[in-house]
């Protein structure tokens, strides 16, 4: 043992009267008497404390969903079991873990580190040409790109061909569709959106000028949005007029003002009871366009969330933008790119808390004020923004064989797809809840098709499930994407985290059982809760998995 502070452990761990093994690479102990959660103390050995050589600060206490990691990690894994041999039957109650090696087995290469992403990092990627952001998503990926760049690269060292299967925002295959030819699939319709505006927009050929899409744009949007204005008046001036009231002069009179507004509201289902004649019009309006859905004007959001994420003026210039991309834009590429501009002006306009799961409650006056931070956002202008911004991103006139695909990963991965595919990079959810039912607001705003939704958050119907967030179902939905994989000997390389509806351990079982060489990266995230108050951020693992295909 060299270092002093190895030594120092060593000294520590003697003094404990533990049982100590040293390897070439590390000093393993089990602890004798170790303080258990519930604060008793126990007699080992239960726990094993580990220290790496070459490494700064190592190890801790083990818990059981680990071992598989370590057990390719440490060398001489095989000699450390049968010394432990009494340890490994021992179910392992322990809750600290911080394992930072760099350790190779003859079998696997793992390496495996565990990095926290901070602000620098998330300011280095804004500054980085091949990272563009769109929208507030949950699990989004943006900010472990670097660490998927360098998997993907490492698996696939020529380039090949990448299917992001459960692309989401798809700002994976952006930040990696100038080394790779990338496959962006995602159930939800608005995926394929953003796949055809922030990948596949480098095959059209005519470079797209900013200036020229906002001015051919802009007569239809004053068109759409004037009708709606001289249709609904009253109600647009009552909108604005709660819009004016400054932030803190807020009362709780205006909060229930406003909320009785918010009430007066015709709903698809509700009894509607109002007497007003504009919102009896708005009403006849949308079902009259449930079975005609390009209908002039465009009211579709003004209808489904007028004063539950937006305010009625917001509501009717995402319709006047949705009418004026229809009728001003021939080409797909043209329409995806004004398309991805406008669910960013959604994403960022809307009082939710980054997601359309529920609107707010106005149950006080700090909620009221938050809420109407975000009514006073001026859509036009956070679309243009960002319209500017995509235009400058995309490269055009490259001839690329890049894809966008829409459908359910089930399908895609028994057809002929797979056949030119290299790598499947799959990031599923990892929680119970469905994406459909949290994106269905934007859902509905690329399918623009007037349905018809349910309860209270306003929901699509036919709402995607996916079995990835249903505990009885996701371990046979991973089982069936790890099969596919081998079968088509692709690599696979998975992201998921330790809050997952399936443990760690058994994901790496099934790699292993279908022959795929394991290598695991660990990085400690803070993922947005998408709150506005309280905790805004949950510290959680984050694992990159990749399963390399075995040359045979
Ligand atoms: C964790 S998110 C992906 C996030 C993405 N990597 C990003 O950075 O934006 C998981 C995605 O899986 C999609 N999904 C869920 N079930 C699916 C299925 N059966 N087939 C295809 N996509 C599915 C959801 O729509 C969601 O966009």
């Known amino acids: ?10 000294e520590i761990i003697q003094k404990r009267k533990s049982e100590i093994l040293e ?10 008497s170790v303080n258990r959660s519930n604060g008793n103390k126990t007699n080992g050995p239960y726990d094993v404390l580990i220290y790496s050589e070459n490494g700064k600060k190592k190890c801790k206490y083990i818990k059981p969903q680990y071992k598989p990691f370590w057990e390719t990690k440490i060398q001489n894994y095989k000699r450390l079991k049968e010394l432990f041999a009494n340890w490994m039957m021992l179910e392992m109650k322990y809750t600290q873990l911080e394992f930072d090696f760099q ?3 003859k079998e696997n290469t793992m390496t495996t580190s565990t990095e926290t992403i901070n602000k620098t990092r998330k300011k280095q990627l804004r500054q980085d040409a091949n990272y563009i952001h769109i929208m507030k998503y949950m699990g989004s990926k943006r900010e472990l790109l670097p660490d998927i760049k360098e998997f993907a690269k490492k698996l696939l060292p020529k380039g090949g061909t990448i299917l992001d299967i459960f692309a989401g925002t798809c700002s994976v295959g952006a930040y990696l569709k100038n080394d790779f030819t990338v496959y962006s699939n995602d159930i939800q319709a608005y995926s394929k959106v953003l796949a055809g505006a922030l990948i596949c927009s480098s095959n059209h050929k005519e470079p797209l000028i900013f200036g020229k899409m906002i001015s051919s744009l802009e007569k239809y949007y004053e068109k759409n949005l004037k009708t709606l204005e001289d249709l609904f008046p009253i109600t647009l001036k009552t909108s604005n007029d ?6 803190d002069s807020w009362t709780n009179q205006q909060r229930k003002e406003y909320i009785s507004f918010c009430e007066s509201f015709p709903g698809p289902l509700n009894n509607f009871t109002s007497n007003s004649k504009e919102l009896k019009q708005l009403k006849e309006e949308y079902f009259k366009r449930a079975s005609k859905n390009d209908l002039f004007p465009y009211i579709q959001t003004t209808f489904l969330f007028s004063e539950t994420y937006f305010s009625f ?15 001003t834009f021939k080409t797909e590429t043209e329409k995806n790119i004004a398309l ?7 994403s960022y306009c809307s009082s939710g808390t980054g ?9 006080t006056i700090s909620s009221a004020q938050d809420v109407f931070i975000y009514r006073g956002k001026d859509v036009f202008e956070f679309f243009s923004n960002k319209l500017r911004e995509l235009v400058e991103f995309c490269d055009f006139n490259k001839k690329t064989k890049h894809q966008a695909i829409s459908s359910n990963y089930i399908d895609l991965i028994k057809s002929q797809t797979m056949d030119t595919v290299d790598l499947v990079y799959a990031d599923p959810p990892y929680s119970f809840v469905h994406y459909s039912r949290f994106y269905h607001a934007t859902e509905s705003l690329i399918r623009y098709d007037y349905n018809i939704p349910e309860h209270k958050g306003r929901y699509r119907t036919d709402r995607h499930q996916s079995p990835f967030c249903q505990k009885q179902n996701v371990e046979e939905a991973f089982k069936i994407l790890i099969e596919a994989c081998a ?38 995230y803070d993922h947005s809760t998408m709150g506005r108050s309280g905790h805004k951020t949950n510290k959680i693992k984050e694992y990159l998995i990749a399963g390399k295909v075995r040359d045979n």
């Open 1 to 10: 043992m060299k270092s002093p502070e190895l030594q120092q452990l060593k």
């Open 23 to 32: 390897l070439n690479d590390c000093v393993a102990a089990t602890l004798s």
């Open 103 to 105: 350790i190779s087995t």
């Open 242 to 247: 709660f819009i004016k009231i400054k932030k």
């Open 313 to 327: 003026h917001q509501a009717m210039q995402l319709d006047s933008l949705r009418y004026a991309i229809e009728q």
């Open 340 to 346: 991805a501009a406008l669910m960013y002006a959604h």
């Open 355 to 363: 997601h359309f799961a529920m609107f707010r409650d106005l149950k």
């Open 487 to 524: 079968r088509s000997s692709c690599h696979i390389l998975l992201s998921y985290a330790d809050t997952g509806m399936i443990n760690m351990e058994r994901i790496l079982e099934l790699l292993k059982q279908n022959k795929f060489s394991v290598s695991i990266k660990e990085i400690n």
